[in-house]
T-cell receptor, first 109, second 118 residues
Framework: GENVEQHPSTLSVQEGDSAVIKCTYSDSASNYFPWYKQELGKRPQLIIDIRSNVGEKKDQRIAVTLNKTAKHFSLHITETQPEDSAVYFCAAVVDQFYFGTGTSLTVIP | GAVVSQHPSWVICKSGTSVKIECRSLDFQATTMFWYRQFPKQSLMLMATSNEGSKATYEQGVEKDKFLINHASLTLSTLTVTSAHPEDSSFYIC??????????????FGAGSRLTVL
């Protein structure tokens, strides 16, 4: 199956700074790349996604970039706020959803 | 939006007993549901893909006789942990693909089930 790697595993930033999380995948057939946010004790929630025919997508403070040639995609959060603190998962999708190992983001007020 | 309901949210059982977890799509038909296992502070590990009306597809290393999956209708998939042992203690999350409003590729998660085997 698909192998998705995610870095870093933990990330601490000062409030207002930017945070970047990177993922790589192995299956060139993957064509959909969602990002999920999981707050402590809660279910993962979709925050943004990108399809393989698009290189970049932005939604307010969140953006995702995709490089299909290099098989990597990244999540960018600007002007971070304490409520952004959570675990973030990337995923690469062909038929099944394969998740990265997660990044625990802490935004320090 | 699409809603997935998962029950029970937590269960404690004795070693050797079986536990059933239900996953329901409340406002859409889910031809495909996925079952994940999540260890503390770790990622979501795909266990199996559940297709309505057919046998589940299990990931490598997941015992199909241990984790029985049934997807008898378009809105319900169940995971039964048979003869549970302490090492089966974990957080199990189901998810469903779809809803028309959400898009065929959007994955909606249940709230998860915390299983503790004594």
């Amino acid at each position: 199956g698909e192998n998705v790697e995610q870095h870093p595993s933990t990330l601490s930033v000062q409030e207002g700074d930017s945070a970047v999380i990177k993922c790589t995948y192995s299956d060139s057939a993957s064509n959909y790349f969602p990002w999920y946010k999981q707050e402590l004790g809660k279910r993962p929630q979709l925050i943004i996604d990108i399809r393989s025919n698009v290189g970049e997508k932005k939604d307010q403070r969140i953006a995702v970039t995709l490089n299909k040639t290099a098989k990597h995609f990244s999540l960018h959060i600007t002007e971070t706020q304490p409520e952004d603190s959570a675990v973030y998962f990337c995923a690469a999708v062909v038929d099944q959803f394969y998740f990265g190992t997660g990044t625990s983001l802490t935004v320090i007020p | 939006g699409a809603v997935v309901s998962q029950h029970p949210s937590w269960v404690i059982c004795k070693s050797g007993t079986s536990v059933k977890i239900e996953c329901r799509s409340l406002d859409f038909q889910a031809t495909t549901m996925f079952w994940y296992r999540q260890f503390p502070k770790q990622s979501l590990m795909l266990m199996a893909t559940s297709n309505e009306g057919s046998k589940a597809t299990y990931e490598q290393g997941v015992e199909k006789d241990k984790f029985l999956i049934n997807h008898a209708s378009l809105t319900l998939s169940t995971l039964t942990v048979t003869s549970a042992h302490p090492e089966d203690s974990s957080f199990y999350i189901c998810s469903a693909r779809g809803g028309q409003a959400s898009g065929a590729n959007v994955l909606t998660f249940g709230a998860g089930s915390r299983l503790t085997v004594l």
